[in-house]
């Protein structure tokens, strides 16, 4: 279990301390913010694209084979993305780290579900959102001391001791129970156009010529609808279809993707908002991003033990609501705010974040029979990474187009979307 929670941090880390670097970057390449903020967008597109065909064969390639081989690659991605020449390079490099990141979620959250018996699995989750947590919360505090004595590379060569987990995992990890199942070419192909198409495109609308955005965005759905109508006709589809028909899972689903879009608008926008409106150091506004992170790791235990208790949809509906409230107090920050005024802000996000996260997941991982595990886990990272990849495509957009309000907007965008996902949420009370 520790290895599984070490390599899900892994990811968490490696995430969290790139959003804090995003003005650094883009002064190291002499590059504009628009551009650099697809240093987080090919990490979150890359994992989207390959999340559905790594769930769908990971009963076949075993779970340890995948997460130790996810592991593997994010490792050595990181090594690329540290020596990265350019910044079409650092994308690139980025978008292989996705590709491992899809492997750990795929299979780490499923391991959580073999490993613990029905009736401790929400323990099991609290954990898995602990570790995600805790190292998100360790991630501004290390990036500002990085960025304090090194420049932004480092961030990445960070990642490379926590490889020689692999290791250790294969030895202790337990014997995979396989079943063989074929690579679905066409469907992958679709899933990765509908996916990539749409995403571009919502970043290229805020490009000087908006059509190639628009043809982009309806590409992606004309391949995305090929793609579902493909998978319906599939003797075994990659998107898990009896699943989708549990309301509960279905509806928690949609709300994980609005929380998610949520977060990203909030995660990467505020960097911006710190360093060039209100002028401070890298090193301040890594410290002042910490409080968010740091109250999602101290309530998502805490949500772990109210699940058994309250219904999920109330606890969720609470979280997200908290969650744009925190939001929104950032919005109508004063002219020139004391830094506890900005903490106390991001901890209320960090609480309400932290409200939502396990008893969500939870729903979600036990709404089916355990024999589907790994297609449920697929579908929980999937709804992380395309409510990330969609936020980080809006992010694209709004920074295009709205100049030096940019920060402000992906903010309220990112209520709207945690409002949107309290309400979802409400809804599985009526179910």
Known sequence: MFCILLGLGLSSLGSAIVNIALPNISRSFAGNDAAAVWVVNAYQLSATVCLLPVSSIVESLGLKRTYAGGLTIFALASLACAFAPTLPVLVGARLIQGAGAAGLSVAGVALVRVVYPRGMVSKGLALVALAVAIPGALGPTIAAAILAVAKWPWLFLVNLPFGLAV????????????????????????????????????????????????????????????????????????????????????????????????????????????????????????????????????????????????????????????????????????????????????????????LFQTPNNTAMMTAGPIGRSGAASGMNAAARYVGWSLGSALISLIFGVSGDHSAIFCLVAGMTFALMGAATSSVRQLR
Not at 216 to 239: D, N, S, T
Not at 266 to 292: D, I, K, N
Not at 309 to 322: E, V
């Open 167 to 354: 290791p250790l995992f294969i030895n202790a990890a337990p014997p995979d129970v396989r079943f063989p199942r074929a690579l679905d070419l066409t469907g992958t192909a679709l899933n990765a156009f509908g996916f990539g198409l749409f995403v571009i495109g919502v970043g290229t609308l805020g490009s000087s010529d908006a059509r190639i955005g628009v043809g982009e965005i309806v590409a992606g759905i004309f391949c995305f609808g090929l793609f579902i109508r493909q998978q319906q006709k599939h003797p075994m589809p990659m998107l898990p279809f009896d699943l989708y028909r549990i309301p509960l899972f279905s509806l928690s689903v949609l709300t994980s993707v609005c929380s998610y879009a949520a977060q990203i608008l909030a995660y990467v926008s505020l960097p911006f908002l710190l360093e060039t409106r209100m002028h401070l150091s890298a090193v301040e506004t890594g410290l002042l991003l910490t409080p968010w992170p740091f109250m999602t790791a101290v309530t998502a235990p805490i949500a772990g033990r109210l699940t058994s208790r309250f219904p999920t949809s109330l606890i969720c509906g609470l979280g997200l609501t908290l969650l744009a409230a925190g939001l929104l107090l950032m919005v109508f920050l004063p002219t020139n705010p004391a830094k506890s005024d900005i903490a106390w802000r991001l901890a209320l996000c960090g609480i309400g974040f932290g």
